[in-house]
């Protein structure tokens, strides 16, 4: 048999094992031998800490400590994406947003709609203020039938002097905290101090990604989001407690049960939130994708490590995912704060209120006229209904005219009336503005009487004079035939002069135009057939009178109540104001206090001094 020669030969440089033979045996990839225990972990803890960053009344270091951990980190990154696509977008795609609904001023599922009162545009915006400091204004046990509740404005400690400084530092620690953290795990990855090109580029994007994602959005989306009122220091005093409780450019939220009116500077009325401004947005985008990023390049790192080295970086997560727990359990306030206090008040009447007995001479105020048109709109919309024949243009007509209590004003004869010559305007009351109207001076109706269909009542007024009341009934406006009546072709046919008609009276007088101002014109020659439905509407309108009663008593409650986390949110204070007069005269006091009051006193909360 022939020898066998053993050869023997030494391996090139080439395969001789690398100094760095864990990472060697294989490409990077993001599978690991403990990823579905990383997964679970994460899923765990993705919920909690998206409704941690979402939430407004939680402190900054918890904001902040969301992106300690890379388990839960798809929390934060589902809270920037909703931020970036829009909230209320979200909302509608079927998304739960948590608490971000208060960053928006679109309409989202709990936010009520904001109306500025006095606006010709009639503009509007949704607002969700539960957790924050509106949130904190409410009328529980009230001793109103419908309270009308007033926020006059909040104080605030100014950013200057030690509560600046201490602000400063104690976030700047936070985020250098966070940021370290963060960083933390990858260390453990490291297999020299220098480290290769993938760990320092995964080392600079964790650390970019947690500047952004971990410490700057949270503290801007709180910082720019508007209160909603105006700072008791901004006001226009005295000019704004000398001219009353209502002025345009205020705003309005008014649902079945309450009213509440928000002290604006007209130039400061419907702010965008945070989650609007398109920067935000952006800002936000960003965070997301380099979260994103991240989180990927901490999955390649640990594909190409030692096992030993994957398990001590899970075994750090896991420490840091129960040191954030125990964080967010524990009621500590470890960063300076500045807690924001509320000044409101509530009344039964914003006016000088109705006597129901006795009969008075009252002209119905502008101011009403105005936040009765906001009020209704808002009413309306958050019970998803029209505001089309809400017009200001329209109602403002009866401004200082019409009598305050006008549903004891006389109808109309029209025949006396033409005779007078001049233009005769009909002004559609809609229930919605005349139920707040009443409900301003401090009386609440009785049952609705503009249940009967395709009937409205409507203001006469003529040159600029008030001359009393008459019901419509229109036509071919969604109430044709709704009592059996002629159709438009009879009508034309009976008088083809009054074909263009919109609408016709209980005096068979044709009434052109709009159904929302209308102008009288000719008699129609032939009889309608609803004389019977108009007097039953009258009937209606008059039981709704005589059953309203008084809203509450005449005095007023002035309130006083901080707003912060834990023991900083227990602090409040009220007392009673006997009339109109003397409230405004307090609130007076109060706000010229504000401008000149030194705040180093103030320790828990920003002290009102006046109150």
Known sequence: MAPVHRVEYEPSH???????????SSSP?????????????????????????????????????????????????????????????????GVDIYDLGEYTSKRTINALCVSEIGSRASR????????????????????????????????????????????????????????IITCLPLLVLRDSRTGDMLDNLTLGVVAGSTLVAGCLLPLLIQII??????????????????????????????????STVFWQNRNEALLPRSGDHIRMRLLAGFAACSTIAAYLLNYLELGRVQAWKAYAWLGIQIAILAFRFVLWATPLHVLANRPKTVLFFVAGSLVQPLDLHTEVSLRLHHDVVHFSVAS????????????GKLKLEALDLLS?????????AKYCEFDELTKMGGEIKAIRLPWSWVEEMYAAQGVILGHNPWTLGGLYLAAIVQDDTFQGLTTIHPIDA??????????????????????????????????????????????????????????EFRENVHDCRSSAVSNGPPHYELHMRNFGAGTLGTKSASKTVPDIDGLLEQG????????????????????????
């Open 225 to 258: 989001n508007p209160v909603g009122v105006t700072h008791l220091r901004n006001l226009q005093i005295p000019n704004r407690f000398n001219h009353g409780v209502l002025q345009d450019g205020d705003t309005v939220i008014t649902s079945r049960m309450s």
């Open 124 to 179: 509007t915006s949704w607002q969700d203020d539960r957790r924050q400091l509106l949130g904190q204004v409410n009328a529980v046990a009230s001793r109103w039938k419908r309270p009308n509740i007033v926020v006059m404005g909040y104080s605030q400690c100014p950013f200057e002097g030690r509560k600046a400084f201490r602000e400063i530092i104690g976030r700047s620690l936070s985020g250098a905290m966070t940021v």
């Open 14 to 24: 080439s395969q001789l094992p690398s100094t760095r033979d864990s990472r060697s």
């Open 376 to 387: 209704a709109v808002s009413k309306v919309l958050n019970g998803g209904g029209s505001i």
């Open 478 to 535: 969604g109430a044709d035939r709704a009592h059996g009546e002629d159709t438009r072709a009879i009508y034309s046919q009976k008088d083809p002069s009054l074909q263009d008609i919109v609408g016709i009276t209980a005096n068979n007088y044709g009434v052109s135009g709009s159904l929302v101002i209308g102008v009288i014109g000719n008699k129609m020659l032939k009889d309608h057939d609803l004389m019977d439905w108009h007097a």
């Open 400 to 408: 200082g005219i019409a009598p305050a209590d006008i549903l004891l």
């Open 588 to 611: 007076l006091r109060i706000g010229l206090k504000e401008k000149e009051k030194d705040h180093a006193q103030c320790s828990e909360f920003c002290t009102i001094f006046g109150f």
């Open 29 to 93: 990839t993001i599978v690991s031998n403990f990823q579905d225990l990383s997964a679970v972990l994460s899923l765990f803890a993705a919920d909690t800490v998206e409704k941690k960053i979402s939430d407004p009344r939680a402190n900054d270091l918890w904001r902040m400590s969301t992106t300690w951990s890379v388990f839960g980190i798809i929390g934060v990154v589902r809270t920037y994406i909703k931020l970036t696509a829009g909230i209320h977008s979200a909302e509608r795609a």
